[in-house]
């Protein structure tokens, strides 16, 4: 009998299935307020609702907005400027601009260090209630995963999996060497849009993906003992998903392997959304530039002569937490890189883009099925019968 699973994330994650028709387009740049340069994944949405889109490298957005929609302010945001909230009337033109207005991370007032202070005081709540918030023992879980990856703009490979998956220990703050020997995963299924004709083509980065759960491991803004290594500001007060949250900016203000999992790590920076009811993490959206990138992930570094030179490395990755039976555990991943490459040879540049997602979808904690191993690579054949199974919605 198929399974309907209901997946509530953001409309532009597009897993292919039919939306309504809408009844009106939402289309525009955003820009640095001072030097007029583009913003690249700012996030733009409509309050209240999942619909919205990120920007792109140039600072352009585009999305349509659904006849279903009450939501009637549009949410500007992006990591280091302040957040913007426009009236939707204000937005239907041809093409809107919005300036961003950078946030002022310098401690040079008595304000601001007070406002430093009384992060760092919410922060630790959240560190000490991760216990309490967070599902505790082992759990497994099915999870749809999509990988969508492009070269100078060309038509998109696309990899699609179900994936089952078992924790061992469940939320406990752990490094990342012991929390990958807790967690294993292997392919139900797997559907692609091209052949698989060499090892790199059947690899995945679901390692990678599970470690920027900033929840489940350690090196990363939830690390009390690094605390004092941030610029922290509060961005906002306002809802999330019917919560009373703050809206926390965060800086990095020397990046290393240890604090960002990025061996390559130059800038690294954010938003976190902490619910005021529990201290629970809610969202968290993470801006990272890097000097270069092996493909092996990020805590790897590059070895020997390379015969491309890295002129712009980045990555956007945003995860969201909700709450279940037995606590919060993570609903939602998406992670948006860009990389520029230059042959040392003949000086040619390429732009390589991906988008991954991570979306769970069965939860057991009651008597999980604990994986053996994991699956990193596969070119396991398409099933027709099994994806039918699988009637994936997009909400």
């Known amino acids: 009998m198929p399974k309907t699973i209901t997946i509530a994330i953001f409309l532009f994650l597009s897993v292919g299935f039919g939306f309504a028709q809408p009844l009106n387009k939402i289309k525009g740049t955003v ?3 001072s030097t007029k340069e583009p913003i690249s994944y700012a996030g733009i949405s409509i309050e209240g609702t999942f619909t919205g889109a990120p920007s792109d490298l140039s600072g352009n957005f585009e999305f349509e907005v659904p006849p279903t929609n009450t939501g009637t302010y549009l949410i500007v945001s992006a990591v280091g400027y302040q957040t913007i909230r426009i009236a939707i009337s204000e937005v ?22 007070a406002g430093s202070v009384e992060m760092q005081r919410i922060l630790k709540n959240v560190i000490s ?23 100078n703009k060309d038509p998109k ?10 924790d061992s220990k ?3 703050r752990e490094s990342v060497l012991n929390a990958f020997q807790h967690r294993n995963y292997n392919f139900l299924g797997i559907r ?12 995945n980065p679901i390692d990678d993906l599970l470690n920027l759960d900033i929840v489940r491991v350690k090196g990363n803004i939830l690390d009390i003992s690094y605390l004092s290594n941030y610029d922290l500001k509060l961005d906002r007060q306002g809802q999330f998903e019917g919560d009373s949250v703050w809206v926390i900016n965060y800086r990095l203000r020397k990046p290393d392997l240890s604090k960002t999992g990025d061996f390559y790590a130059t800038s690294y920076q954010g938003k976190l959304t902490v619910s005021k009811s529990n201290y629970a993490v809610l969202k968290n959206e993470t801006l990272v530039k890097a000097s270069d990138f092996n493909t092996l992930g990020r805590a790897f570094a590059n070895a020997g002569v390379q015969r491309l030179i890295p ?7 945003s995860t969201i937490y909700r709450k279940g039976k037995t606590g919060y555990n993570l609903a939602y991943l998406k992670c948006n890189r860009h990389h520029t490459w230059k042959n040392k040879t003949s000086g040619e540049t390429k732009l390589e883009s991906f988008v ?19 699956t990193y690579y596969s070119e396991m054949a398409y099933d027709k019968s099994f994806w039918e199974g699988f009637d994936l919605k997009v909400e």
């Not at 809107?96 to 260090?113: A, L, N, R």
């Not at 216990?131 to 492009?150: L, P, R, T, W």
């Not at 490979?157 to 078992?166: L, N, P, S």
């Not at 997602?357 to 994991?374: F, H, Q």
């Open 92 to 113: 239907f033109k041809d093409q809107f601009k919005v300036e961003m207005i950078p946030t002022s991370y310098e401690i040079g007032t008595v304000d601001v260090i």
């Open 356 to 374: 991954n997602y991570l979306v769970p979808l069965e939860l057991n904690t009651s008597n999980p099925t604990l994986v053996k191993g994991r």
């Open 311 to 317: 002129v712009s490395i980045g990555y956007e990755f």
């Open 170 to 172: 469940g939320y406990q």
């Open 192 to 203: 692609r849009n091209f052949e698989v004709k060499n090892l790199a083509d059947g690899m």
């Open 157 to 166: 490979r696309i990899d699609e999996a179900i994936v089952e998956y078992g």
């Open 129 to 151: 209630h991760i216990d309490s918030n967070y599902i505790k023992g082992a759990f497994g879980q099915k999870i749809y995963f999509k990988g969508e990856a492009s070269i």
């Open 31 to 33: 820009t640095d307020q």
